[in-house]
C-alpha cells in the first residue's frame, strides 16, 4: 500500500509498537543475563557452603533454602 494512503493514526500505530517491541528485545536480553548470573551466583554459595560445612545442599528437586 502507498505510505500517502495509509492513516496517520496507523502510522502512530506503527511506530509505537515498534518502539515498544524494540525496549522489550532488549529487556528481554537483560534479564536473560540477569538470571545467567543470579543462578551462576546462587550455583556458587550453594558450592562454597557445601565445601566449608561438609555438606550436600539441594535436594532431590533442588531446593536449597
Known amino acids: 500500500m502507498p505510505e500517502d ?3 496517520e493514526h496507523d ?3 506503527d511506530s509505537t ?3 515498544l517491541a524494540d525496549i522489550a528485545e532488549k529487556l528481554n ?3 536473560g543475563q540477569f538470571k ?3 543462578l551462576a551466583d546462587v550455583a556458587d554459595l550453594v558450592s562454597i557452603a ?3 560445612y561438609d ?3 539441594g535436594g532431590e528437586k ?3 533454602s
Do not use: F, H
Request: charged share 40%; net charge positive; glycine share 4%.
Open 5 to 7: 494512503q495509509v492513516r
Open 11 to 13: 502510522k502512530l500505530r
Open 17 to 19: 509498537v515498534r518502539t
Open 29 to 31: 536480553v537483560a534479564l
Open 36 to 38: 545467567e548470573k543470579a
Open 50 to 52: 557445601a565445601e566449608k
Open 55 to 57: 555438606v550436600k545442599m
Open 62 to 64: 533442588g531446593n536449597v
